[in-house]
């Protein structure tokens, strides 16, 4: 099982930014995104289930981020709309087997990719 995130970047506030995660080796009931700022713990983002029925938005990006993913390839997205400087952090994907909301347990995890909003 691998997943492989990119699309991070220096972008300015305000601007919009799409990561991309591949997943590869087997199908998945759920899949997510964190972030970890430097000096602080990962923050849940964004979570849904593999068919998109069920997703779920941490409060501080609520409104402004979309997670979704494309069913031809697996490639999972998380589109981020009107980013701020608080955004700043390193991206992670992840993925398990079921959905579970607000869960922090994923067996599978993207190497992360690193997004910077300057002000």
């Known amino acids: 099982v691998q997943l492989q995130a990119s699309g991070g970047g220096l972008v300015q506030a305000g601007d919009s930014l799409r990561l991309s995660c591949v997943a590869s080796?087997?199908?998945?009931?759920?899949y997510a995104w964190f972030r970890q700022a430097p000096g602080k713990e990962r923050e849940f983002v964004a979570a849904s289930t593999w068919r998109g029925e069920k997703k779920d938005y941490g409060d501080s990006v609520k409104g402004r981020f979309t997670i979704s993913r494309d069913n031809r390839d697996n490639t999972m997205y998380l589109r981020m709309n009107d980013v701020k400087p608080e955004d700043t952090a390193v991206y992670y994907c992840?993925?398990?087997?079921?959905?579970?909301?607000?869960?922090?347990?994923?067996?599978?995890w993207g190497q992360g990719t690193q997004v910077t909003v300057s002000s």
């Open positions: 080796g087997r199908p998945f009931g759920a």
């Open positions: 992840a993925a398990r087997g079921s959905w579970v909301p607000r869960s922090y347990s994923y067996a599978y």
